[in-house]
């Protein structure tokens, strides 16, 4: 079982940065089981992936709409995801979710197990 709880959303200017975090509480596996990774959902909108990193932190993947800006990250040993966003956009406005699953597959394509409530991030122009 995993809980997930993210932080670190806010409202921001266009060409700000944020850094989102995700803490994670595990019981049975551990932390470094899961693949774990970020989506957002802006109004209107289907959920879309960000960015995912694997159990180990070697490898990670971003989509391409944040290539460049967004940086992912784990600290496995205070069981914490991180988003840094840089260059922030109007249209990353969105809830920021962050998600977690034992098959990164899954997780990449939407499929977690295990997924926190989400924390807003607005970009204003």
């Known amino acids: 079982q995993v809980q997930l709880v993210e932080s670190g959303g806010g409202l921001v200017q266009a060409g700000d940065s944020l850094r989102l975090s995700c803490a994670a509480t595990?019981?049975?596996?551990?932390?470094?089981?899961?693949?774990v990774g970020w989506f957002r959902q802006a109004p209107g909108k289907e959920r879309e992936f960000v960015a995912a990193v694997s159990n180990s932190g070697a490898d990670t993947v971003l989509a391409n709409s944040v290539k460049g800006r967004f940086t992912i990250s784990r600290d496995s040993a205070k069981n914490t995801l991180y988003l840094l966003m840089n260059s922030l956009k109007p249209e990353d406005t969105a809830v920021y979710f962050c998600?977690?699953?034992?098959?990164?597959?899954?997780?990449?394509?939407?499929?977690?197990?295990?997924w926190g409530q989400g924390t807003q991030v607005t970009v204003s122009s």
């Open positions: 998600a977690a699953d034992t098959s990164r597959d899954y997780l990449i394509r939407g499929l977690g197990y295990y």
């Open positions: 595990t019981s049975g596996r551990a932390f470094t089981s899961y693949a």
